[in-house]
């Protein structure tokens, strides 16, 4: 059973006191939905809700569950957000003999700078920094050569 899935199966219920809006709200079928909150209430070995023909409430053990589900949504929400928005940002300043950069680096960038578009760049030729200030230095000699 997908846990997270019930937790959020069982909050939208909750919250709107109505399987129907509920169902419409995670765009679930009603039955779907009703199936998986019983599969959660017997795998958790409590009943969340109590159920009418006309509403839905919490029991105590959901009125507490519910408290919880929602501060380990959000925290779950959180770290994927956190994540997910990992990309790299600003300027990467790269020292590089001009070889190396011109056949390696310069065809690299236009796929680059496409996957990473918040990254400050310059345009795709090679740089010399001369202040000897970089983020990655790279050199290349023949082997045994110093």
Known sequence: MDQVKAMRV??????????????????????????????????????????????????LDGEAYYLSCVQLLAELEE??????????????????????????VVPALPQFMTRYPHSRHLSPRVRVFVDGLADVFAEASEPGFS
């Open 79 to 104: 770290a994927e957000l956190a994540f997910r928005s990992v990309a790299p940002k600003g300027r990467l300043r790269v020292d590089l003999h001009g070889t190396l950069g011109k056949y390696f």
């Open 10 to 59: 069982f909050v939208r219920i909750y919250e709107r006191s109505s399987f129907t809006q509920a169902a419409d709200d995670l765009n679930l079928p009603r039955a779907t939905l009703i199936h998986t909150l019983n599969q959660f209430e017997a795998w958790l070995g409590t009943r969340l809700l109590e159920r009418s023909t006309r509403r839905v409430r919490p029991t």
